[in-house]
Every structure is written in structure tokens, then in C-alpha cells.
């Protein structure tokens, strides 16, 4: 199956948002990925519901909004009345993520769950067959154009063999460091969907990185 690519507009020009998201548009990508960073969760901090929103006014791709934040219940009605058709949020930050979870389907946005390069799949035992999204972390998060983590491989095939023994349905994304090289591993391990920032948004032509990530 073909990955799915969710471009991540952290590494856009944001004197040119506008412009990207429209080239976006015009482009074989199926998600866009927003990453909103608090400054405390993660050492960075980069932007919020008002530029999702503004996104979402502009956009035909549905917005993949990761939280890279603390408290994220507080948020989760505003990402999505903002627009937001997926909400991921991190397990580390989440004290009770069932109750998390929930709130963000009431929301009638899709639910995913990161975790960062150290949490090791099995925590999400008894949380997977609620989630509609993973998202594996391949690099620490906080930053675009970090170097991939290997062992996020075997992380990858030991998600797919949880989610085929709970019959889950979830998709698997993967998120830092992609590029042909570890995108193409990443596929054959078995995941969904391709998170790509610096590599997608750093060429002279975006949008044919993006099919040919899509066609690996
Ligand atoms: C990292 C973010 C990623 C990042 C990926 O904290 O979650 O989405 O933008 O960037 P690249 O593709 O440059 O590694
Ligand atoms: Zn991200």
C-alpha cells in the first residue's frame, strides 16, 4: 500500500504560509501536519489555534495537528473548532488518556496518540483499538531536520503486531528525519503514514519529493 504523506509546514517559509499551503493544495498530499510546540513540553515553541484556524480557512488538505504541549485537554475543543481533523497528543503528557481520548472523538476529530522515541509501544496495550492514529516519534520532538532514530523500525513492526492482536484499526504514522532513504524502511516495516518537514519544504521542488514519497 501506498504510505500516505502529511507535509509538515514547520519547516515552511512563514513569510509565505499562504503560498505553501496553496502549493499544498495543488500537491499529492494527504494530510497537512501542523506541529504546535508550548515551549515547556518540548524545549521550542512554535505556533498555535489561531494559525490552524488560519490554515484551515485556506486549505482542502485535513489538518493533522500534533500537540506537542502540556495539558492538552485544555486545548482540545479550540484545535478543533479551528479546524483540526486529527488531534494527536502524547502519551507522556497525559495523565489520564483515556478520558483524553474521549474528549477528542466528542469533538468529532479523529484521535492519535505520540509517543516519543524512549515510551515503548506496549503502553498502548489497552488504549489501541480507541485511537484512529498512532504517531511514533523518530526523532525528540521540538525541533525540524533532526537525524532519524533507527530503532523506530522495530517500533513500527511491534505497533503493527499489537494492532493486528487487538484488531485495531488504527493508522501508524512516523514523524522526523524522513526521507527517501528511511521513508522507503519505514514502508516496509509497515507504516501508514510519512511525516516530512526539512525534506519536503527544503527542495527546489516540494511537491514531486511528496509523489515520490508517496510512490517508494
Ligand atoms: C518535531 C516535529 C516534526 C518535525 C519533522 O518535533 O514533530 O513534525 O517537523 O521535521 P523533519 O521532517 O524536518 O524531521
Ligand atoms: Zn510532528
Redesign the pocket.
Known sequence: MMPKIAP?I??ADFNHLGDDILMLNESEADFI?C?VMDGHF?PNISFGIPIVKQISEITEKPLDV?L?ISNPDQFIHEFAKAGASWLTVHYEACVHLHRTVGAIKEQGVKASVCLNPHTPVAVLEDIVSELDMVLLMS?N??????KFIPNTYKKVKQLRTLIQEKNAECLIEV????NYDTGKLLKEAGADVL?????VFGSENPKEIIQNLRDL
Open positions: 509538515s514547520l519547516a501536519h506541529d518540548v500534533h506537542m526523532v520532538p521540538g525541533f525540524g531536520g533532526q514523524d522526523g528525519g524522513v511525516v516530512a518537514g526539512t525534506f
